[in-house]
């Protein structure tokens, strides 16, 4: 059963506007350095991130170096741009998945910023053997692609209809994936996904968390990262839920894990 019942709408075109705040969230990110450093080291594990629409490595470059430096084998998606779902994309990334998986020998965690988060859901549901962990940020997972203030530009680009493409993928795209841990990150004030569609349904080793910030600031926002670095330093086969403790709990907004179930009101 789906976590919401209605799709929501877009978010409104003035919170769309407002997405330039992600430049100012970017300069607290660099800001933030001492404080990033209370963040949990991790084991040393694979983690790939996987870029949200139009974006491409770069974007998570803050992301990733942050990852590095807690430790972990830190692996960007090498797929270009991302211009939407297609073939090269679903071969792409199931060759990337099995080379890391190769290379070290260890489950892979994957981080999905915005539409990249749908892809990441997509491969755990493919191979959850070679999964430890999928985490989502400003992801829609819940809700179809109308739901987002980008449908429009990705039919522009694309040449492809929204819902042609969502029909494609509609049978087990809004299904959680079973039996991994799933984390997703969000914002209220996200302007080009509506928050109601970026979460997980209720179901065990599954969180819904929010976060202040925009959409496009997700990726280095520094409450979003602490996140991040808690969840991935959780040990293998272990789970619990995510609890903002004093003073990290000043980041968080003080409902910001009471999201497991949630009315499309």
Not at 9 to 14: D, I, K, L
Not at 184 to 192: L, N, V, Y
Not at 235 to 257: H, I, N, Q, R, V
Request: with cysteine; charged share 20%.
């Amino acid at each position: 059963m789906r976590a919401i019942e209605r799709e929501p709408g877009p978010p409104p075109t003035w919170l769309a506007v407002a997405e330039v705040r992600a430049v100012a969230e970017l300069f607290q990110a660099i800001q933030a350095g001492p404080l990033m450093r209370l963040a949990p080291r991790g084991d040393g594990h694979p983690v790939l991130v996987l870029p949200g629409f139009l974006a491409s490595d770069l974007s998570t470059v803050l992301l990733r170096r942050f990852l590095t430096h807690r430790g972990y084998a830190v692996q960007a998606w090498e797929l270009g741009r991302n211009l939407g779902p297609n073939v090269r994309v679903e071969e792409g990334l199931r060759e990337r998945l099995v080379d890391i998986v190769a290379a070290h020998g260890r489950k892979v965690s994957i981080i999905g910023w915005s539409l990249g988060g749908v892809y990441a859901r997509e491969i755990a549901r493919e191979a959850p053997q070679l999964i430890r962990q999928i985490i989502t940020l400003g992801s829609p997972i819940a809700a179809g692609p109308k739901s987002t203030n980008a449908w429009k530009l990705f039919e522009r680009l694309s040449g492809q209809s929204v819902d042609e493409v969502a029909e494609a993928y509609a049978q087990q795209m809004f299904e959680a994936v079973d039996g991994i841990p799933a984390t997703a990150i969000f914002s209220k004030s996200d302007g080009i996904v509506a928050w109601r569609g970026c979460l997980e349904q209720p179901g065990p080793m599954r969180q819904n968390i929010r976060v202040r910030g925009s959409h496009c600031g997700l990726g280095h926002n520094v409450a979003a990262l602490m996140v991040i670095a808690d969840r991935l330093a959780q040990p293998e086969g272990e789970w619990a839920p995510f609890e903002p403790k004093a003073p990290l709990s000043l980041l968080y907004p003080c409902d910001a894990t009471a999201y497991q179930r949630v009315a499309a009101a």
